[in-house]
C-alpha cells in the first residue's frame, strides 16, 4: 500500500506559479511512476505528467509541457509539480497518482485526495 498526501494548491492570479507536492508513505516506489492528474468541474479526469522514480524520465501532457515541470526528491519520497506560466484553463483539482509501471505503460493503483488550483483572469 501506498499513502499520497498533496499539497500546495491555492487561488493565484494567471501568469503566476504554485509548487505542488505529493509525499509518499508505505511501501517503497522505487519501482513505481508517480504523476499528477487534474479534473475540472464537468470534466473527465486528465493527465498532465508523471515521472518514473528509478530513471527520473519524465512524460508530460501537450498543454502542459514548456510550462510545468515534474520532479522528485529522492530522500523524502516526495514528487513535485511547479506549474509556471498558469493559466485560468489550468483550474482543477489536482491529484497525485502513484503505480508500477508495467510494459505498455504505468498503472497508477494508488490516489491522493486532490488539492484544488484556481487561477483567475
Known amino acids: 500500500q501506498v499513502q499520497l498526501v498533496e499539497s500546495g494548491g491555492g487561488l493565484v492570479q494567471a501568469g503566476d506559479s504554485l509548487r505542488l507536492s505529493c509525499a509518499a508513505s508505505?511501501?517503497?516506489?522505487?519501482?513505481?511512476?508517480m504523476g499528477w492528474f487534474r479534473q475540472a468541474p464537468g470534466k473527465e479526469r486528465d493527465f498532465v505528467s508523471h515521472?518514473?522514480?528509478?530513471?527520473?524520465?519524465?512524460y508530460y501532457a501537450e498543454a502542459v509541457k514548456c510550462r510545468f515541470t515534474i520532479s522528485r526528491d529522492n530522500a523524502k519520497n516526495t514528487v513535485y509539480l511547479q506549474m509556471n506560466s498558469l493559466k485560468p484553463e489550468d483550474t482543477a483539482v489536482y491529484y497525485c497518482?502513484?503505480?508500477?509501471?508495467?510494459?505498455?505503460?504505468?498503472?497508477?493503483?494508488?490516489w491522493g485526495q486532490g488539492t484544488q488550483v484556481t487561477v483567475s483572469s
Open positions: 497518482a502513484a503505480g508500477p509501471i508495467l510494459r505498455d505503460g504505468v498503472r497508477f493503483d494508488y
Open positions: 515521472i518514473r522514480w528509478s530513471s527520473a524520465s519524465t
Open positions: 508505505g511501501r517503497t516506489v522505487s519501482s513505481y511512476a
